[in-house]
């Protein structure tokens, strides 16, 4: 796989079916190993080795109703109350990261309400912090580290 602009971090891996799987520390199995798994597993370790969230305020690829539609979310980090706290949106390396992308996160945010947004491709890294009354975001150089 390719390398990411992430610390380096040590992966489980199997092969199965002529597929490679890597494991999910979250949803505490192994999942096939495409592009976009291998960005969202490097955004999982960053986000609790960098950024100090315990592994207990992950989620990892859940579906949520958006305008009627089933749609899955890549990463979401809650704060201890329950709320949201960051939605990311992780594509593979080759997708550049657009104007869509973001749209498609703000979407996601209007019905998960999290104070922070991240979007990744694991080579370029944006960061945004929600400002609901202006109905805006402010791209910030790094995640706030998680506080207890």
């Known amino acids: 796989m390719q390398k990411l602009n992430f610390p380096s971090y040590s ?7 002529n597929k490679v799987a890597i494991f999910d520390e979250i949803r505490k199995k192994f999942v096939v190993l495409t592009p976009e798994e291998w960005v969202r597993q490097h955004t ?3 986000l609790m080795e960098a950024c100090n969230f315990p592994k207990s305020l992950l989620n990892v690829e859940k579906q949520v109703k ?16 329950g709320s949201i706290f960051l939605i990311v949106e992780c594509k593979q390396p080759n997708v550049p990261i657009s104007q869509n992308t973001f749209d498609q996160i703000a979407r996601y945010n209007f019905i998960l ?4 947004l ?13 400002d609901f009354e202006k109905e805006q975001y402010t791209f910030l150089k790094e995640l706030p580290k998680y506080m207890k």
Do not use: P, W
């Open 113 to 116: 309400k999290a104070e922070y």
């Open 118 to 130: 991240m979007v990744t491709n694991g080579l370029n890294h944006y960061f945004c912090q929600m």
């Open 44 to 46: 999982v370790f960053y």
């Open 66 to 81: 958006i305008n009627g539609m089933n749609k899955r979310y890549d990463i979401v980090v809650f704060n201890s109350d």
């Open 11 to 17: 992966f489980r891996f199997k092969n199965s079916e």
